[in-house]
């Protein structure tokens, strides 16, 4: 099981941006396709962005569209989300995740999440 680690997240007025950053232990951060999720208070968790093993291919969640990027580097094992133009309904805890298998399954290997909050 690979150990994710999760840094960057904080306080930011409407408006401005953040990078979050997920780092992993071990040598094996390229088996992996990785993702973020974030989950609001008294709300489900949603998706908010894909990236495969060699970060050719991304995918966003609707909310995530426009704003934000995913990108990886797997010579430092952290995968990272750059989060532009931020709206109070951004606030959550985020979370990255460690995926074996294709964009569909439901095997994760969780950070411990990292609180963003956006001030109107």
């Known amino acids: 099981q690979v150990q994710l680690v999760e840094s960057g997240g904080g306080l930011v007025q409407a408006g401005g941006s953040l990078r979050l950053s997920c780092a992993a232990s071990?040598?094996?951060?390229?088996?992996?396709?990785m993702d973020w999720f974030r989950q609001a208070p008294g709300k489900e968790r949603e998706f908010v962005a894909a990236?495969?093993?060699?970060?050719?291919?991304?995918h966003y969640g609707d909310s995530a569209k426009g704003r934000f990027t995913i990108s990886r580097d797997n010579a430092k094992n952290t995968v990272y989300l750059q989060m532009n133009s931020l709206k109070p309904d951004d606030t959550a805890v985020y979370y990255c995740?460690?995926?074996?298998?294709?964009?569909?399954?439901?095997?994760?290997?969780w950070g411990q999440g990292t609180q963003v909050t956006v001030s109107s």
């Open positions: 990236i495969s093993r060699s970060g050719g291919v991304t």
């Open positions: 995740a460690a995926r074996p298998g294709a964009f569909g399954t439901s095997l994760r290997y």
């Open positions: 071990g040598r094996t951060f390229s088996s992996y396709a």
